[in-house]
C-alpha cells in the first residue's frame, strides 16, 4: 500500500482539480461537507468547506473567494435584486384563534389497492392513544361506526357525550383526540384486506363545551387511504434483528448529514433496503389489488393490540436558519405540539397511513438561541414509538391481524439529551436558493430588528425519524411555545433577506430561509 496523502478529515473520497490541491467529501454521492487542502504528503487545510462545481445537496460555509468585502453578502452569479420586498413585520404573541363550537367531524376515503372506491365498507372508529404506563394487551375504545359511501368516502360525528377515559385521553394531549379508522373484509380469493387511517378529532372541553384552541388547529385533515393485504389472527410477525434494520431505507435516512433527500418510498422494508418495484398487493402469485372487498358480517366489532416493542428516537421537530448577518432562535416546548405518521403493515412492509397529534400540559423548553451567521440546523426532541400487534374482531371472531407503529409522548431517555441539533441544511439558503425562490414569498428584515413564527403549521418533514427500521415524517404546529426566529443585525449595505417555503411569510410559509 502506498500512502498518497494524510491529514485529511472525515474522508470517504478525494479528487484534484490540479497539483497542490485536493478536495474531499464526507459522503460518496457527493453531499455532505466538502473540503479543500494543500500541500503534498501531509496536507494542510485551505477551505473547510467548498461548493464550486458540484452536483448535489453540499453544505458549505462561504469561501473567503466569493465575498467581496468583510461586510459583503457573497454571490455566486450577478448580484441578486433586492429591490421591491416588503418589509416582515416583527410579530408578537398572537390573539388566540377563533375556536369553533359544537362537535367534530372527522372524515376520510377508503380505495381498494388499485385506487377504486372501497364501497359499502363497515368503518370502525376507535381511539389510538394509549397509556404509556401500561401497555399490555388491551381493547381500544370503540368511538363508534359508520359506512363507506358509493365514492369510498365516510365521515363521523364524535359523540356529545364520550366515554369519561377517552375524555381524560384527549385533556392530557392538549384537547386532541388521535382516532383510528379501519376497514376489513376478504377478496373474491379469500384474501383477508384491511384499511387503515388516523386523523384527529378535536372533541367539546366537558367544561367549556368548545373544543380547546389546539385540538382545533390540528384537527380536520381528510386523507385518502387505501386497503392493504392482512395476516391471518394468529400471525407470529417476526422482528428484524439490528444488521437488518442496519440495510434499510431507514437507515440510509438516519445516516445522512443533510436531512431528506426527499419524500419516503410509499413502501419500505424493515429488514432490507426498499425495492422500487415491489408489489405488495401480490398474494400467493396473484395480484389482488383490484379484487372486490367484502366486509365481515355485521355486528359488534373492534381491535385488539398486543405491545411489541418500544424505543426513544431523536425526531425532528422544527428547523431555524440565519445566513449573511442574522442569527436563528427555535423554541420547542415539551407539549409537543407535533403530528408523527404512524405506520402499518399487514405481515410484509410497510407505509405511512395518516399521523398522530402528540401535545401535553408539561411546561419544559428546548431548542436554540441566537445561532449564526452561516447558520441552518434542524432540531430534534427524543419520542417514545411503540410497535403492536392490532388484531381485528368482529362478532367475537379474530378476523386478521396487522402491525402498527405509533408515536406515544416526549420521553427523554435516562442519560440523554433533552433535544439536540440535527441536520445541517445550510444548502437551503443563499444565493442560489433565493433566486430559485417565488418572488411573492420574500421579504426583508431591518437591521436591528427580529421576525418569527408562531402561527400556522410547519412544512413537514419527510424523514424525520427512523424507528423500527422505518423512516417517518413530521410536522410542528406553530405557538406561543413553538416558533423559528430569525434576528437581523446590524449592516445596512445589504438587506437580511427572507422568504416562506410554501408561501408568503405574513401567510402560511410552513418554514423560512434567509438570504
Known amino acids: 500500500m502506498t500512502v498518497i496523502a494524510t491529514n485529511l478529515k472525515d474522508a470517504v473520497q478525494g479528487w484534484s482539480p490540479g497539483n497542490g490541491t485536493v478536495y474531499t467529501a464526507t459522503s460518496r454521492d457527493y453531499s455532505g461537507i466538502v473540503r479543500g487542502y494543500t500541500g503534498t504528503g501531509t496536507l494542510s487545510s485551505a477551505n473547510p468547506n467548498v461548493m464550486s462545481g458540484l452536483f448535489g445537496q453540499v453544505l458549505s460555509d462561504t469561501p473567503e473567494c466569493l465575498a467581496p468585502a468583510t461586510d459583503g453578502k457573497p454571490v455566486v452569479g450577478p448580484p441578486a435584486d433586492e429591490t421591491g420586498l416588503p418589509a416582515a413585520t416583527a410579530e408578537t404573541d398572537p390573539a388566540p384563534e377563533p375556536v369553533p363550537v359544537g362537535p367534530r367531524v372527522v372524515r376520510g376515503i377508503f380505495t381498494l389497492g388499485n385506487g377504486k372506491p372501497a364501497a359499502g365498507m363497515n368503518v370502525l372508529l376507535e381511539t389510538t392513544d394509549v397509556v404509556a404506563e401500561n401497555p399490555a394487551t388491551a381493547g381500544t375504545a370503540v368511538l363508534g361506526t359508520t359506512t363507506t359511501a358509493a365514492d369510498g368516502s365516510w365521515s363521523f360525528t364524535l359523540p356529545e357525550q364520550l366515554p369519561a377515559e377517552v375524555t381524560a385521553s384527549a385533556a392530557a394531549n392538549g384537547g386532541a383526540l388521535n382516532v383510528s379508522a379501519t376497514v376489513a373484509g376478504t377478496t373474491s380469493t379469500g384474501v383477508p384486506m384491511v384499511g387503515l387511517d388516523h386523523t384527529v378529532a378535536a372533541p367539546e372541553d366537558p367544561v ?3 373544543p380547546t384552541a389546539f385540538g382545533a388547529a390540528v ?44 419524500p419516503a418510498p410509499s413502501w419500505q422494508s424493515d429488514n432490507a433496503a426498499s425495492d422500487a418495484g415491489l408489489n405488495p398487493y ?11 372487498v367484502t366486509p365481515y358480517a355485521s355486528g359488534t366489532c373492534h381491535t385488539q393490540r398486543i405491545f411489541l416493542s418500544s424505543r426513544i428516537a431523536y425526531t425532528t421537530v422544527a428547523e431555524g436558519h440565519a445566513f449573511w ?6 423554541d420547542y416546548d415539551n407539549k409537543l405540539s407535533t403530528a408523527v405518521d404512524v405506520a402499518v403493515s399487514g405481515g410484509g412492509d410497510w407505509k405511512a397511513s395518516g399521523s398522530v397529534s402528540l401535545a401535553s400540559n408539561s411546561g419544559q423548553s428546548t431548542g436554540y438561541t441566537n445561532q449564526g451567521p452561516y447558520f441552518a440546523r434542524q432540531y430534534q426532541v427524543p419520542i417514545e414509538y411503540s410497535k403492536y400487534k392490532f388484531t ?31 441536520a445541517d441544511v445550510r444548502y437551503k439558503d443563499g444565493y442560489n436558493a433565493y433566486v430559485d425562490s417565488p418572488k411573492n414569498n420574500r421579504a426583508y428584515v431591518e437591521p436591528g430588528s427580529y421576525f418569527r413564527l408562531s ?12 424507528v423500527f427500521g422505518v423512516s417517518l415524517g413530521a410536522s410542528t404546529t406553530y405557538d406561543r411555545d413553538h416558533k423559528q426566529r430569525i434576528t437581523a443585525g446590524k449592516k445596512t449595505n445589504y438587506r437580511h433577506i427572507i422568504w416562506g417555503r410554501s408561501g408568503p411569510v405574513s401567510g402560511s410559509p410552513g418554514l423560512f430561509f434567509s438570504f
Open 325 to 330: 448577518d442574522t442569527y436563528a432562535t427555535v
Open 219 to 262: 384537527s380536520g385533515e381528510q386523507h385518502t387511504t387505501a386497503m392493504i393485504p392482512a395476516a391471518a389472527p394468529e400471525t407470529v410477525f417476526s422482528q428484524p434483528t439490528a444488521q437488518q434494520e442496519a440495510s434499510t431505507y431507514a437507515a440510509e435516512q438516519a445516516a445522512s448529514s443533510i436531512g431528506s433527500a426527499g
Open 282 to 292: 401480490l398474494v400467493n402469485g396473484s395480484d389482488v389489488s383490484g379484487e372486490r
Open 392 to 422: 381485528y374482531y368482529c362478532g367475537g371472531i379474530a378476523k386478521n391481524s396487522y402491525q402498527k407503529i405509533i408515536a406515544e409522548r416526549y420521553k427523554v431517555p435516562a442519560g440523554g439529551a433533552v433535544g439536540k441539533m440535527g
Open 455 to 466: 402561527r400556522g403549521k410547519s412544512a413537514k418533514w419527510g424523514g424525520a425519524v427512523s
Open 208 to 210: 367549556t363545551n368548545k
